[in-house]
C-alpha cells in the first residue's frame, strides 16, 4: 500500500492508496500541529490502526509539501515509524508534463500533483484546474500535456484572516453559501464578500482562460480543494475531484519507482 500526503499550509492531506490505486482511506491533519517527529508518527499510527491497516502493509510513501519548515520532521517521522521507500514530488521527477514556466522549479509540488492527475482522469483535453485550499490557485494544461500557467489568489481563509487581523470591528465567521447577495449584519456581509468575490473572480479568469489561452477551444474544469464544495451549485466546474491532489501524487509514485530512497 502507498501513503501519500499533501502538506499544505492549513492542512496536511493523507491518503492511502491500495496495490490497484485505489483510495482506501483519507484524512487531514493540521498543519501547525505537526509538533515533534514522534507526535506525528503516533497520529499516522492511530489512522493506519482505525483503517485497520498494520504498518508493515505501507510499502512507500510519497509526499508532496510546499511548506519547508515542516520537510525535516515529515521525513523524520516516516523513518522511524514506516521505515518505507520515501518519493518526494520535486523539481525534476518524471511528471508525464511539459512545464512552461520561466523557472519549472516554481511551480509548488502540489499544482504539480493536481496536474499528473487531472491529465490521468482527462486525457487529451484541455484542463482547467481550480484548487481552492489556503490559496486559490487556477493552471491551465492543453491537450499536449504542457503546462502552461497559471494564477494564484487569497483563498477565502485567508481573506478572512486578512480582514480580521487588519481591521478594528470585523470578525472571524464561518465559511459558508451565504443567504443573498446583500448581508444585513457585519457577519452576513464578510460572508457574502468572502463566498461572491471569490466566485466572480473565478469566473473572470476562467473566461479569460477560455480566450488568451485556448482560443475558445473545449476546456475542461476541475475543482479540487477544501471550498470547491461550496461552488457545486454554481456552475463554476465541470468536475469537482476533492483528492485530485493524492491521486496525482500516486501517479506520480508509479513514474518514478526507479528514484525511490529509503527516508
Same mark, same amino acid.
Given at each position: 500500500m502507498l501513503l501519500c500526503l499533501?502538506?499544505?499550509n492549513t492542512?496536511? *492531506? /493523507?491518503?492511502?492508496?491500495?496495490?490497484n490505486e485505489k483510495q482506501i482511506a483519507r484524512f487531514r491533519y493540521a498543519t501547525h500541529l505537526i509538533g515533534t517527529a514522534d507526535q506525528?508518527?503516533?497520529?499516522?499510527?492511530? #489512522?493506519?490502526?482505525?483503517?485497520?491497516?498494520? $504498518?508493515?502493509?505501507?510499502?512507500? !510513501?510519497?509526499?508532496?509539501?510546499?511548506? $519547508?519548515?515542516?520537510?525535516? !520532521? #515529515?521525513?523524520?517521522?516516516?523513518? %522511524?515509524?514506516?521505515?518505507? $521507500?520515501?518519493?518526494i514530488l520535486q523539481s525534476g521527477v518524471k511528471t508525464g508534463l511539459h512545464i512552461k514556466y520561466k523557472n519549472p522549479g516554481e511551480v509548488g509540488a502540489d499544482r504539480i500533483a493536481n496536474a499528473i492527475?487531472? #491529465?490521468?482522469?482527462?486525457?487529451?483535453?484541455? *484542463?482547467?484546474?481550480?484548487? %481552492? /485550499?489556503?490559496? !486559490?490557485?487556477?493552471c491551465a494544461i492543453n491537450k499536449k500535456r504542457d503546462y502552461l500557467g497559471g494564477t494564484i489568489l487569497p483563498g477565502m481563509r485567508l481573506g478572512m484572516e486578512s480582514l480580521k487581523s487588519n481591521t478594528a470591528k470585523l470578525m472571524e465567521v464561518d465559511i459558508e453559501e451565504p443567504a443573498a447577495y446583500i448581508g444585513r449584519s457585519t457577519r452576513e456581509s464578510i460572508q457574502a464578500g468572502l463566498f461572491y468575490g471569490q466566485l466572480g473572480a473565478l469566473k473572470e479568469i476562467i473566461a479569460g482562460y477560455k480566450q488568451e489561452v485556448f482560443s475558445h477551444e473545449p476546456v475542461t474544469v476541475l475543482g479540487s480543494g477544501g471550498f470547491a464544495q461550496l461552488y457545486r451549485e454554481k456552475s463554476l466546474f465541470d468536475v469537482i475531484l476533492p483528492d485530485l491532489v493524492l491521486q496525482g501524487l500516486c501517479i506520480a509514485y508509479k513514474l518514478n519507482t526507479e528514484i525511490l530512497q529509503y527516508a
Open positions: 499533501d502538506v499544505g492542512h496536511i *492531506l /493523507g491518503g492511502i492508496f491500495d496495490e506525528f508518527g503516533i497520529f499516522l499510527l492511530s #489512522i493506519l490502526q482505525a483503517n485497520s491497516i498494520s $504498518p508493515e502493509k505501507i510499502s512507500a !510513501t510519497a509526499v508532496c509539501s510546499v511548506v $519547508p519548515s515542516c520537510d525535516f !520532521t #515529515i521525513r523524520h517521522t516516516l523513518t %522511524m515509524y514506516l521505515k518505507a $521507500p520515501l518519493f492527475g487531472g #491529465i490521468h482522469h482527462f486525457p487529451n483535453k484541455n *484542463l482547467i484546474i481550480i484548487d %481552492m /485550499g489556503t490559496a !486559490t490557485t487556477v
